[in-house]
């Protein structure tokens, strides 16, 4: 059998499929149970959203074909008017409610609702269709404009004109409609169950009561029950629960019996028009052979003084009362259980907050029960779906002819699921993307781990709340435990395969809201965390086109929710190229990397001085000196250090040396201007004595050099080096692509790279150094933590907050304290400063100095000394340095 492309099929669906493990090849069916092509055996409790209401191939339907094939019946046969076709109509005409006779049949339910709208103006000579909020008709154009959700109709250009809608189970609304527009309404359609829209059933009384205050007011009634028809809800017809007679029912799904596409729209004899008759039709309507099958499936329903139908009834009330119990047992999972007969939703409670950024995330994508069907039918071999208009809400809308016993296997997987969520055992529903299929054995509470989010008090007169949005993504493993702690049961491969899965969603997605963050002086911002779904190896690896493009989506998000600014965490900026790539968004954008470079360097210093370390002496170094942040500290470390080695990365060499370069000469301006200026520290102290002992010794330099000295232009490594081979001395600036051959002999080492591995390990550091690692993911490896205890490794950029706030989870981070370009994004809402900031590679030491005075102002600083993700005290440190003392002196002996 050869194998076939399956994108060919709606590329879009296939990759969802393809994401959630919903994309099972089935070869055989039998009754509610399907077989794929392994020979796994799943329970459909599905069918097909009611299209399969006897089960897969019942004998019964296929016996009906034989005859048409033993006896030859021709299937299209038009304009003639068919036998079978004829025989279903008069069927229809007998059971359907009140005077409805005439059949239109079509190929399908929207096709159906089509006929309806046309029969209803054409009958009324009024063009306006009243319909529902969140109601779902179908998706051709006149169908589509009906339904009740807006994100169906937009890439369509829909509604067409001549649709209103109302909210469901609103008398008072369609009554005010109907006034509103008095005698331009030519019918009202409604589902006496709203189906896509998550089971929420019409109000006892409310069908009654619309269907007389439209025959009061001359609109025809139509009752869409594609999905509530032929026995579904425990009734031949839902309106048959309280004695419903519309002016136009609409009939499909069941009555093709899962074999074949049928549709009907009856009517009454006062709405059928001669206009309508002659000018609707449809080749492939009044097939022979497909009405023969719609026969049989009305002659099956009413059998037996229609015992089948009563049973769904019975086994539609087991089936909530389980979901009831359900309810009872786990009322912060389950927000509301729905359902009439076989046709049931479970609606889960929102999880903005719900102490995972990972499900938060998921469920504003809509793909919260989506992660459940997936769940269901790979460990437990069970095929629900969720509903279109209702992302929260579980479909449960098995055959009619389920069992008792198939029933409570659903709930007792269902139970898991609740258990899961209710102990905020997450992880557990993520395994089987990681092909782990196994039935969990246990479920662990990790609700004591749980941390909501936890937002500043208003004040009784707050100030006008400014808005911020965050862009965020996991740089490292470590960050997905982080933000979700029963994923500390996974390996670290397995973390791997999980952000690899996550990235093929493609969509970025709210994480967090935080209503509230207040300034030492009042001001208060609300604010968002946008997650993109992507690690670190996926933004550097992945095409740089398609995961920019998620990242405008992001910044637009930020724009739609109302942010006047929008910041970029992480990799984001790097991949985005400093934020240049999404300016121009209608919102400001930041990297951060301003605030970022200022607490990174306070914490570099703060660390060195409590590790007795001379700045006169000391040697340091930048790691990824070619990046936005690395070069920012570059240069500030020139204001502190006179010997400073550059690192840059040696996989893109004869780029990272031209950076490199190009940086060398902005330091030693930056060191000549200091030095004139009378700021004698660092590289501008160095160059004091440099030109005071050439002065003094009569150093002959070369013409061109010594004229670069006396104006202080143009001096690049190249001519510093070349002055101190003429005076005698060690150039104190150095250039490296070699981490092994240059960071050991340095004590001051801030790590910026954009790595998305490890770089530093163990090997990499002198006794007594002090690595500021502000790099995401971080360039430091854990095996540094276990196996050095001589040297001090300080997470750079975290800065303390006003007040104990934490954004949920809070990005892994103690409360009260959170990123620095976070930060910068925050300070800015606070300031109302809604400009452009931190943006490309060269960022302004005036940037710089006004994001220090934001800092202040505000009341934002730095977060302490962090090691290891909690505050390192000054004894540990002390320990660190007593340490790295006896170690110095071992490798002396």
Known sequence: ?????????????????????????????????????????????????GAVPFGYNPDFLWNVLDEVRQNNIPSLVQPSLPGEALKLANLLAACTPGELCFCTFCQSGTEAVEAAIKLARSSTGREIIIS?????????LASLSATGKSSYQRPFCAPAPGFVHIPFNDLQALKAVIEAYKDKIAAFIVEPVQGEGGIIVAQTGYLLAAQELCRQNEVLFIVDEIQTGLGRTGELFACDHEMVEPDIMVLSKALGGGLFPLGACVSSPRVWNDDFGMLHSSTFANNNVTCAVGYAVLQRLLQDERQLIKEVARKGAYLLSKMTELQSKFPVVIKEVRGLGLMAGMEFHELNDCGSYDMAYLADQGGFTTLLAGFLLNVYQIRVAPYLNNSMTLRLEPTLTITYEEIDRVMEAIEVICQIMDKQDYAKLYRYLISDYSQPATVEDYRHLSRPVKSAAAAPQAAAISKFAFVIHYPAPEDVIANNPSFAKFERDELYQFMAWQSSLDEPGICCHMPAIRSINGEIAEGWLIGIPYGARELMNLPREGTVEVIRKAVDSGRELGAGIVGLGALTSVVTRGGRAVLGRDVAVTSGNSFTTLMAMEALFAGAEKMHIEMKDAWGAVVGATGSIGRACALLLSEQLSWITLLGNPEHFNSSRRRLDTLTGEIIKLACKRRDAGNLSGLA???????????KNKVRLPEILREKLSLREGISLVDLENICLVVGIECPLKISLDIQA??????????????PEYIIYPRHLRPGAVVCDVARPADVAPEVFKERDDVLILEGGLVQYPEPVAFGPNLGYRDGVNLACLSETVLLALEGDFQDYSIGSKLSLETLEYMRRLGQKHGFGLAGLMMDNREIADEEIEKIYQNSLHLKQVQNL
């Open 1 to 49: 059998m050869p194998e076939f492309r399956r994108d060919l099929l709606n590329p879009t669906l296939a990759a969802k499929l393809a994401a959630f493990q919903l994309d099972k090849n089935y070869k055989s069916a039998r009754g509610s149970y399907l077989v794929d092509e392994s020979g796994m055996q799943y329970l459909d409790f599905i069918a097909q959203y």
């Open 132 to 140: 529902t909020v969140n109601s779902f008709h179908g998706k051709t």
């Open 685 to 695: 102290s160095w160059l004091d004595k440099l030109l005071y002992d050439i002065e």
């Open 742 to 755: 240059t960071l050991p002999n340095c004590d001051m080492i801030v790590a910026a790279s954009s790595s």
